[in-house]
């Protein structure tokens, strides 16, 4: 899978990167000009429990999935 980007609603930018079979979901929480500022909100074994890490912490549905 490598890395996805997540939109949520209420415009909130995540990603999820998988290895070895665990998926990890970051927080953007600044936009770099180099370097961006993520923060790890936590680690699954499923695509869609990191889904669900992302909706409980932007309290918003996911709008889209790059």
């Given amino acids: 899978m490598g890395k996805r980007k ?3 609603k209420n415009k909130k930018i995540y990603y999820i ?3 070895s079979g665990k998926y990890s ?3 953007l929480d600044d ?3 180099l370097f961006d500022d ?3 909100i936590g680690t699954t ?3 869609d429990d990191a889904l669900s890490i992302i909706k409980a912490d932007s309290g918003s549905d996911i709008k889209s999935i790059n």
Wanted: proline share 0%.
């Fill in 6 to 8: 997540v939109i949520t």
């Fill in 17 to 19: 990167s998988e290895y």
């Fill in 45 to 47: 074994k499923t695509l």
């Fill in 31 to 33: 936009v770099g000009f």
């Fill in 25 to 27: 979901v970051y927080r």
């Fill in 38 to 40: 993520k923060k790890n």
